[in-house]
């Protein structure tokens, strides 16, 4: 069965700081999609990143950046410079292509504090 | 401008009572799910639905019933045999085949009093 981890419950930095943001996933499947969502106080989620297991790529996209390691199991999420605004709860997703649409996996989220 | 419209946003339900959260979305998607989300946790499939008049369910679709009689129209009922139903609701579309990325709505808030 496919599971995320995101052990961080909470984080705070102050603002300009940099925060890493760990995800840890499981899975059988040898092909399958990592997803990272921000979640701000009012309440959609808005989609940040989507990484199918084939490209270990490192991302970045502005301040945002991913690193993505199948040998650890990890898709962890990079705020370089943090800003008020960037206070949310983030959630990693895994979804496997095998079996049916429903297979999108969610962690319990990291509620990330940026102060002023 | 496309995307998926929740509604309510806020609502309150007396116990004992039924209540439908309505979810559209004009993207075109096949797919459409309702996730329940309790604070400080994560999202918790209840139901989803792949094509028109065809759904399945989640991991906690006891207490729940849905219908997808249209492609863009996915409503969720909360019955009254749901025990626990105050939580917050998002509905979620996805173009195509599984591994696409899932689109969601702005969120519902439901509350029991």
């Known amino acids: 069965a496919q599971k995320v981890t995101q052990a961080q419950t909470e984080i705070s930095v102050v603002e300009k700081e940099d925060v890493t943001l760990d995800c840890v996933y499981e899975?059988?499947?040898?092909?399958?999609?990592l997803f990272w969502y921000k979640q701000p106080p009012s309440g959609e989620l808005v989609f940040l990143i989507r990484?199918?297991?084939?490209?270990?790529q490192n991302e970045i996209s502005g301040r945002y950046s991913w690193n993505f390691q199948k040998s650890t199991s990890s898709f962890n999420f990079t705020i370089t410079a943090s800003q008020v605004v960037d206070s949310a709860v983030y959630f990693c997703?895994?979804?496997?292509?095998?079996?049916?649409?429903?297979?999108?996996?969610f962690g319990s989220g990291t509620q990330l504090t940026v102060l002023p | 401008d496309g995307g998926i419209t929740q509604s309510p946003k806020y609502l309150f339900r007396k116990e004992g009572q039924n209540v439908t959260l309505s979810c559209e979305q004009n993207?075109?998607?096949?797919?459409m799910y309702w996730y329940r989300q309790d604070p400080g946790q994560g999202l918790r499939l209840i139901y989803y639905?792949?094509?028109?008049?065809?759904?399945q369910k989640g991991d906690i679709a006891e207490g729940y019933s849905v219908s997808r009689e249209k492609k863009e129209s996915f409503p969720l009922t909360v019955t009254s045999a749901q025990k626990n139903p105050t939580a917050f609701y998002l509905c979620?579309?996805?173009?195509?085949?599984?591994?696409?990325?899932?689109?969601f709505g702005e969120g519902s808030w439901l509350t029991v009093v």
């Open positions: 997703a895994l979804s496997e292509t095998s079996g049916s649409a429903r297979q999108l996996t």
């Open positions: 899975t059988r499947d040898t092909t399958y999609y």
């Open positions: 990484r199918n297991s084939f490209d270990e």
């Open positions: 639905s792949q094509i028109v008049n065809d759904f």
């Open positions: 979620a579309s996805m173009a195509g085949a599984s591994g696409n990325t899932i689109y």
């Open positions: 993207l075109n998607h096949d797919a």
